[in-house]
């Protein structure tokens, strides 16, 4: 979804969604995103790093979603920070630092709104932070989309480009950890961790802890580091993790995927994530479940 027809835009975390306008659960519930990390395009669709014009790079980039009708949306990674504008991206608002923070909302039925909320996490020029302004914009939207569901809380999705801090603390120390952590009932986890932590410096009383109380959150993704693509529940009842490393740009050689989330109306401890490998095949599978503290 997202869309930046023209300027200098590295597609770091693109979500794919399956609508052009509204975005609204299927009658039988369901709701299919699909995140791509990192593409690195060459590094020919950056904010830093564009010295001539990208159009023809950024054509051929959403043509695959054009052709299909798929909305998309972007957030910046740290090799962008040029303003863009068009399709479900949105600017974000002038008192939160980052140019990439903004609402969706998917609309289920009886008029209530799953929200999806995407933070731009800095970089390039600007700092890889997340201030108090992000935390206090984030409470204030929650209660917003809140009050458009009779003040109950319906927990969605947070996508950001580079990792909260707190990452390191869940992250399994081996695959052989990870492995065993498969089907813990506490600290369940599963997918690919080969990869380190660059975590954003957290300048605020805590984005991590803020969503856990609103609950308005039960997945915090991002992407940054290309050979990640693990997803664990953290004590906060939360889960965190990465999606797939999507591009042939970048570091890595990881083999390419795009990790996909399909959400379930109303009941987002049910939201089924797998990673849809360059080959077609299905990788690092799992069903992110609904715990006391995220599901009301
Ligand atoms: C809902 O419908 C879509 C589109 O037909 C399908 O891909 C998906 O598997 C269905 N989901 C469930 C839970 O039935
Ligand atoms: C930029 O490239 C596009 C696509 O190739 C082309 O249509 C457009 O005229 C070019 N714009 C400039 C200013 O060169
Ligand atoms: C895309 O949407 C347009 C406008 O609704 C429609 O005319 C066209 O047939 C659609 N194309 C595909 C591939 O679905
Ligand atoms: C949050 O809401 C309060 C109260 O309406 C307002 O004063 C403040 O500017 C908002 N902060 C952000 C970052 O949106
Ligand atoms: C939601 O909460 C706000 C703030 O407490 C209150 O003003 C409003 O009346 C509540 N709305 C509903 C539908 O309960
Ligand atoms: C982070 O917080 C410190 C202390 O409040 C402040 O001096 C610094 O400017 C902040 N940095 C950013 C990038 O917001």
């Not at 999806?116 to 917003?144: C, K, Y």
Request: charged fraction near 15%; hydrophobic fraction near 40%.
């Amino acid at each position: 979804m997202a869309v930046n027809r023209g300027l200098g835009l590295c597609v770091i975390l693109a979500l794919v969604l399956p609508c052009t306008t509204a975005l609204k659960f299927r009658p039988n519930g369901s709701f299919r995103i699909v995140q791509f990390t990192d593409l690195h395009y060459g590094d020919q669709i950056t904010g830093n790093n564009v010295v001539n014009n990208a159009t023809a790079y950024w054509d051929e980039l959403l043509q695959p979603t054009y052709l299909r009708n798929l909305s998309f949306a972007t957030l910046f990674g740290n090799h962008d920070d040029n303003p863009f504008e068009s399709s479900l991206s949105q600017h974000g608002p002038a008192n939160v630092p980052g140019v990439s923070n903004y609402v969706l909302e998917i609309e289920g039925s009886h008029g209530t709104v799953t929200p999806l909320f995407m933070f731009d996490t800095g970089g390039g020029t600007l700092p890889e932070v997340i201030t108090q302004a992000h935390v206090d914009w984030f409470r204030n939207e929650s209660a917003r989309v809140a009050a458009r569901n009779g003040n109950k809380t319906l927990p969605g999705m947070a996508f950001l480009h580079i990792p909260m801090p707190e990452f390191a603390s869940v992250q399994p120390s081996s695959a052989a950890a990870l492995r065993a952590r498969r089907g813990s009932a506490t600290a369940p986890c599963f997918g690919m961790a080969q990869d380190g932590i660059s975590p954003y410096t957290d300048n605020s009383t805590g984005l991590l802890d803020a969503m856990a109380s609103a609950g308005s959150v039960h997945a915090a993704i991002t992407g940054h580091n290309h050979g990640n693509d693990w997803l664990c529940r953290h004590s906060n009842g939360m889960w965190l993790g990465f999606g797939r490393h999507s591009g042939y740009g970048g570091y890595g050689t990881w083999a390419r995927g795009a990790r996909v989330y399909e959400l379930q109306a109303g009941k987002p401890g049910a939201t089924y994530t797998y990673v849809r490998m360059e080959d077609g095949s299905i990788e690092d599978a799992g069903v992110l479940e609904p715990t006391a503290s995220v599901l009301q």
